[in-house]
């Protein structure tokens, strides 16, 4: 046998000895997942090995932006008949982020490296639900709080006044999107991008106000000067910032925009709905008006922080 084909052999020899090893290497984990704030739970496709896979030291657990910040194990519990750890951390967790773990020693194997994040559609599910109910920029955030008395009086105008708003925002923040990632980032104009997204804005409500004027004069009518405060609303403005300030992409930044002005229709339905039933009501005269408006605004917010932390995904 000449030496080359005996390095090929000894080659493929060693190649098929450690097929197995890879093929573990490759197929352990088969599925992980957040537990809450505190937990990560691994699912494996064979038993493991107890000592190893219950001792904290042999995990390295880190956020994937920060793999210089090692996130402490308190503990490690083997469950499933080795087929399954749950990794308890004293500190919580930002499950938001993508965490890397490292494990050591599992099935044989030096090292094995998996990602544990949450499903993108349910992080997408979490900003609307968040900007929608969790985070309502009306009742959490006190934002728009002009607009909203304004055009709360009646069903008819809220909702109108809640569907374009909405309009406007989501336009306004997908062109927000486009000009900070393509325009005010490259050329590092980012001081400007409040006058930028008020610009914008203003646009979307001239086209907005133009298009109102000539299909629905009625409705148009209705929003009086209220239409042009949209403007300068201080939610619209915060659905940009909030964009630029977190990078979201532009499915994120739909969403967001989507969630706020929903929350807004929300909250001006629900205080319309209210209004029109205390115009039949018996109020003392010194709370008519603006004085009994705040006050149920203010139920309402009550009512809006029991869906704090709440967290469907």
């Not at 992080?123 to 985070?135: E, K, R, V």
């Not at 486009?178 to 400007?192: G, K, Q, S, T």
């Amino acid at each position: 046998m000449t030496p080359a084909k005996y390095i090929h052999v000894v080659a493929a020899a060693l190649l098929f000895w450690l097929m197995p090893f890879a093929a573990v290497a490759e197929g352990l984990v088969v599925d992980q997942k957040f537990k809450g704030d505190k937990e990560i739970v691994v699912s494996f496709s064979a038993p493991v090995d107890q000592a190893v896979a219950e001792n904290p030291a042999n995990y390295t657990v880190f956020e994937e932006p920060d793999p210089d910040i090692k996130l402490e194990v308190a503990s490690a519990v083997l469950a499933a008949g080795g087929k399954s750890v749950t990794l308890s951390f004293k500190d919580k967790l930002n499950t938001a982020m993508t965490h890397v773990v490292v494990a050591k020693g599992l099935a044989g194997i030096e090292k094995t490296t998996f990602t544990v994040s949450k499903s993108y559609l349910g992080y997408l599910f979490g900003i609307l639900i968040s900007a929608l109910l969790i985070n309502n920029f009306v009742f959490t955030k006190y934002l728009g709080l002009c607009v909203f008395f304004g055009t709360s009086k009646k069903k008819s105008t809220a909702k109108g006044m809640g569907v374009v708003f909405t309009l406007v925002m989501v336009v306004s923040a997908l062109m927000s999107w486009v000009f900070y990632n393509f325009i005010l980032i490259p050329f590092n104009l980012n001081f400007l991008q409040i006058v930028v997204f008020i610009g914008l804005v203003s646009l979307t409500v001239q086209a907005i106000d133009t298009i109102l004027r000539k299909v629905n004069p009625v409705l148009f009518n209705s929003f009086g000067v209220y239409l042009v405060l949209v403007i300068a609303n201080c939610v619209i403005i915060a659905v940009p910032l909030i964009l630029a300030n977190n990078n979201y992409n532009v499915f994120e930044t739909f969403m967001l925009a989507l969630g706020a002005g929903g929350g807004f229709l929300l909250a001006l339905y629900l205080m319309s709905s209210v209004s029109e039933r205390m115009q039949l009501a018996n109020i003392p005269p010194s709370f008519k008006g603006l004085p009994i408006a705040f006050i149920v605004a203010g139920q309402f917010a009550m009512a809006f922080l029991g869906f704090s932390g709440l967290q469907l995904f």
